[in-house]
């Protein structure tokens, strides 16, 4: 071991840079390994992946650039026939422990990607770690491939990772195709640490990835996934589904507001392209929140509103035309019963 090891170990300490702190242990170990003091060797690398055995183990594994999810507030809501199928499938390809263990889900934002990750990790009673791009991604030039290059190395010492799912939460952040980029050789550098790190993953390293912007998408890379299953294959009516099923959870929590499941219907059946769940969450949430506590159906009208055009009034013969009744009209709108009667001469 030279000195050179030691200033490092200290440098890397001092910058709170673990990554290159264990790199440098690791290499450290090594050196005594190949000096003939295995057992030393062992124990250092036993403490550097968490498997000491001198030490109670629990589920928790040193990722520098990770970040464990919270899986305890995660709700599941209705996915399309099409895509639960896929994902019954990713199960059980991981159950069968073939090697079928790089997924990418590619769609919108807000059609349910990390959330059915973490669902997957739930039902598989696993942990969920979500890497840090923030972390990863430097400025420095050479930097962000290094650390690319660490990320894996870590997947790679992954003690128990039959216990976890890896998580590239839109991995377009160091992923996007390199024809596109603005620094070819800076962004080539980077793909080809993805690249490389994926085709050497451990087949018992689960590892799924997300991406918003799947035209960009490095095609290279695509070729390292087993399977990409496309989430933007909803229907009105499944939207609906989604919906109605947000809206009986929140419910729960606004014990002032009470149930018009018909109208709620027909208030989405109103647009022509309805919002996917990350949006309809939110939707669902605010006019509910934003709602008057001593009238029981202003949420509806707060959501319809919400989702008209800003710089439009609210037309009672349209909302007529649209198949509103009277009482529905007074929800919506606030007019009285009455009035709404007499303007359209009902």
Do not use: C, W
């Not at 590239?168 to 050789?185: Q, T, Y």
Request: proline share 3%; charged share 25%.
């Amino acid at each position: 071991m030279r000195k050179k090891n030691i200033l490092n170990l200290i440098k890397y300490h001092a910058e709170k840079n673990e990554a290159g702190f264990k790199n440098e242990a690791y290499d450290i170990a090594r050196y005594f390994d190949s000096t003939g003091d295995s057992e030393l060797a062992q124990y250092i690398m036993a403490l550097l992946s968490g498997a000491n055995t001198f030490v109670p183990q629990d589920n928790e594994y040193n990722l520098p650039f990770f970040m464990k999810a919270n899986l305890d507030s995660s709700k599941s809501f209705p996915l399309p026939t099409l895509i639960t199928n896929d994902i019954v499938g990713i199960i059980n390809s991981i159950g069968h422990k073939i090697g079928v263990n790089k997924f990418l889900f590619e769609g919108d934002p807000g059609t349910g990607k990390t959330e059915t990750a973490k669902q997957i990790a739930r039902i598989l009673e696993r942990d969920l770690y979500v890497i840090d791009f923030d972390s990863v991604i430097d400025s420095k030039l050479g930097q962000t491939s290094k650390n690319i290059a660490s990320v894996f190395t870590e997947l790679q010492r992954l003690p128990h990772p039959e216990k976890v799912i890896i998580l590239f939460d839109e991995i377009d952040a160091i992923a996007l195709d390199r024809i596109n980029s603005n620094d070819l050789r800076e962004m080539g550098r980077v793909t080809s640490s993805v690249l490389k790190g994926l085709d050497g993953l451990n087949d018992e390293v689960v590892l799924i990835a997300t991406t918003n912007l799947f035209g960009q998408f490095d095609k290279a890379l695509l070729r390292r996934f087993d399977s990409i299953i496309n989430f933007n294959r909803y229907n009105k009516e499944e939207l609906i589904e989604v919906a109605e099923s947000m809206l009986n959870e929140f419910l729960t929590k606004f014990k002032f507001a009470s149930r018009n499941m018909r109208l709620f219907k027909k208030i989405f059946l109103t647009l022509d392209h309805i919002p996917y769940p990350g949006d309809l969450k939110n939707i669902i949430k605010t006019a509910l929140a934003f709602s008057d506590p001593n009238n029981e159906y202003d949420y509806l009208k707060k959501l319809y509103e919400s989702i008209q055009p800003k710089d439009k009034k609210i037309d009672l013969k349209k909302l007529q035309y649209s198949g509103f009744t009277v009482r529905e009209i007074e929800i919506l709108t606030g007019v009285s019963k009455s009035q709404v009667s007499r303007e359209l001469n009902v």
